[in-house]
């Protein structure tokens, strides 16, 4: 890939992952972190312990994902990025081990509850893979799944975002369509980021 494109795709991916990672924090992550009933709802006000930490720790996860990515700040900063790194992996266990609980209480369709549940393994499992790459100093395997893991990471945003806007277009019956819509929105970035990383055209993963 030329250097220019390079650092031009981290740009141009930011223009759409940054308006969804800022409605998200708007309109679920910060008013959930006050824990009213009138912010959680009567669906989540019996889990709401379990939400509240969910949240939290997705939301941290959500914001130190990235910096992670930072060449200058790997390269510059190295026991900090490692501090950073292990702070993510904690937050991503601790908010994938709350999301298997509200999957297995939701009640909304076996569909919905599989794909939430499928989201908190993949999250498990490629954040762990990732932390074992470090450790044996594997960094390009590292790094590859980082990305895999943050792409997991992202998926709750954007199905919040894609079920707030089939919402207002008027799908309004929630067991038929938020099971097939939560795969969409996990297994499709998957599969985009997949075939980036598998193209060849990525020999860096880092934003400089």
Do not use: K
Request: one cysteine or more; hydrophobic letters at 55%; proline letters at 4%.
């Amino acid at each position: 890939m030329p250097e220019n494109s390079r650092a031009t795709w981290p740009r141009s991916l930011a223009w759409v992952l940054v308006p969804l990672g800022a409605y998200f924090l708007y309109a679920h992550a910060i008013p959930r972190l006050a824990m009213t009933e009138a912010g959680y709802g009567e669906y989540y006000w019996d889990r709401r312990g379990w939400l509240l930490a969910h949240t939290a720790a997705g939301l941290l996860a959500t914001l130190l994902g990235p910096l992670q990515f930072v060449t200058r700040f790997r390269a510059s900063r190295p026991d900090l990025h490692r501090l950073t790194g292990h702070v993510y992996m904690l937050s991503v266990l601790v908010a994938a081990c709350c999301a298997i609980v509200l999957a297995v209480t939701s009640q909304i369709s076996t569909s919905y509850v599989a794909g939430l549940l499928l989201g908190a393994s993949l999250w498990l499992v490629t954040g762990g893979i990732a932390f074992s790459a470090a450790h044996r100093r594997e960094f390009e395997t590292h790094r590859a799944w980082m990305i895999r893991n943050y792409a997991v990471t992202f998926f709750f945003i954007v199905f919040f975002a894609a079920y707030d806007a089939a919402g207002a277009l008027g799908y309004t019956d929630v067991v038929a369509f938020a099971g097939p819509l939560v795969f969409a929105c996990l297994l499709v970035p998957l599969v985009l980021v997949e075939a980036w990383l598998r193209s060849g055209s990525s020999p860096t993963f880092g934003v400089r």
